[in-house]
């Protein structure tokens, strides 16, 4: 199941410093869209709005119809957050299992979610015994074990080493494949947005606005053959441009 996200105008400013402004998009249902921009663009306060977790100065999202607000209370989002959102007394194993259990909903046996993110032999370690990268790929088992319709992913794979991150978004595409979900998610790393999205959103400096949509033209899931498409280094090449030369020059 994957849900329609529909956001119309949205503002939000915090006193006299405004973060966002009159930002639009429509995302497909079982779309995966990027969010790339510079540091301080509005990218995670975006996806803090569409969680509920943060409400608007104007304008308004819709979730297959329904605001935000509903649709966490139907349990039907996950988030994955820069930090860790681990609680510090349980194992990484019951971590995973209480989001099924505050949920009623249970999409991936948890033991398996946590080996195929490859913490086989931690899974009764509480967070003090994990590292930074595993405390993440804990919150990113966490946040998909109850199968949600709109999956959240703020630069879910910064803690990781490249090699772990590579096998993370291997893992997520080769799911999405079989389990189509609607994905929103903020990074920074280019390669990566455009190997994981069907589009990528560009963010201006702050306010935060749509500055250009993507679109990269290529059949999901991509391996790693597909960096040395022309696809891939047209589409990386034109991203770097506008985050490294337009937007800095203020074009």
Same mark, same amino acid.
């Given at each position: 199941?994957?849900?329609?996200?529909?956001?119309?105008? =949205?503002?939000?400013?915090?006193?006299?410093?405004?973060?966002?402004?009159?930002?639009?998009?429509?995302?497909?249902?079982?779309?995966?869209?990027?969010?790339?921009?510079? @540091?301080? *663009?509005?990218?995670?306060?975006?996806?803090?709005?569409?969680?509920?977790?943060?409400?608007?100065? @104007?304008?308004?999202?819709?979730?297959?119809?329904?605001?935000?607000?509903?649709?966490? !209370?139907?349990?039907?989002?996950?988030?994955?957050?820069? !930090?860790?959102?681990?609680?510090?007394?349980?194992?990484?194993?019951?971590?995973?299992?209480?989001?099924?259990? =505050?949920?009623?909903?249970? +999409?991936?046996?948890?033991?398996?979610?946590?080996?195929? &993110?490859?913490?086989?032999?931690?899974?009764?370690?509480?967070?003090?015994?994990?590292?930074? +990268?595993?405390?993440?790929?804990?919150? *990113?088992? @966490?946040?998909?074990?109850?199968?949600?319709?709109?999956?959240? $992913?703020?630069?879910?794979?910064?803690?990781?080493?490249?090699?772990?991150?590579?096998?993370? +978004?291997?893992? &997520?595409?080769?799911?999405?494949?079989?389990?189509?979900?609607?994905?929103?998610?903020?990074?920074?790393? =280019?390669?990566?947005?455009?190997?994981?999205?069907?589009?990528?959103?560009?963010?201006?400096?702050?306010?935060?606005?749509?500055?250009? =949509?993507?679109?990269?033209?290529?059949?999901?899931? !991509?391996?790693?053959?597909?960096?040395? @498409?022309?696809? &891939?280094?047209?589409?990386? #090449?034109?991203?770097?441009? $506008?985050?490294?030369?337009?937007?800095? #020059?203020?074009?």
């Amino acid at each position: 199941m994957s849900v329609p996200v529909v956001i119309r105008k =949205i503002g939000r400013a915090y006193g006299a410093m405004q973060a966002l402004a009159d930002v639009d998009l429509e995302i497909g249902a079982g779309e995966f869209v990027s969010f790339v921009g510079p @540091s301080g *663009c509005g990218k995670t306060t975006l996806l803090r709005i569409v969680a509920d977790l943060e409400k608007p100065t @104007s304008g308004e999202v819709k979730i297959g119809g329904a605001n935000p607000k509903e649709v966490r !209370r139907q349990k039907k989002l996950g988030l994955v957050s820069q !930090r860790p959102a681990v609680l510090p007394w349980k194992r990484a194993l019951d971590d995973v299992k209480f989001t099924q259990k =505050i949920t009623q909903r249970v +999409g991936y046996p948890a033991d398996q979610l946590l080996r195929d &993110f490859g913490l086989e032999g931690h899974e009764r370690k509480k967070p003090g015994q994990l590292s930074g +990268g595993m405390l993440q790929r804990v919150n *990113c088992a @966490s946040a998909i074990a109850h199968d949600p319709e709109l999956l959240l $992913m703020d630069e879910p794979f910064s803690a990781l080493d490249e090699m772990k991150r590579e096998e993370m +978004g291997e893992w &997520f595409a080769r799911e999405l494949e079989t389990r189509p979900r609607t994905v929103l998610f903020v990074t920074h790393h =280019i390669d990566e947005a455009v190997l994981l999205s069907d589009r990528v959103v560009v963010f201006s400096a702050s306010p935060g606005r749509v500055y250009e =949509i993507v679109a990269i033209g290529a059949p999901r899931p !991509r391996d790693r053959s597909f960096r040395e @498409s022309r696809i &891939f280094i047209e589409t990386t #090449a034109r991203l770097r441009k $506008m985050l490294f030369q337009d937007l800095e #020059a203020g074009r």
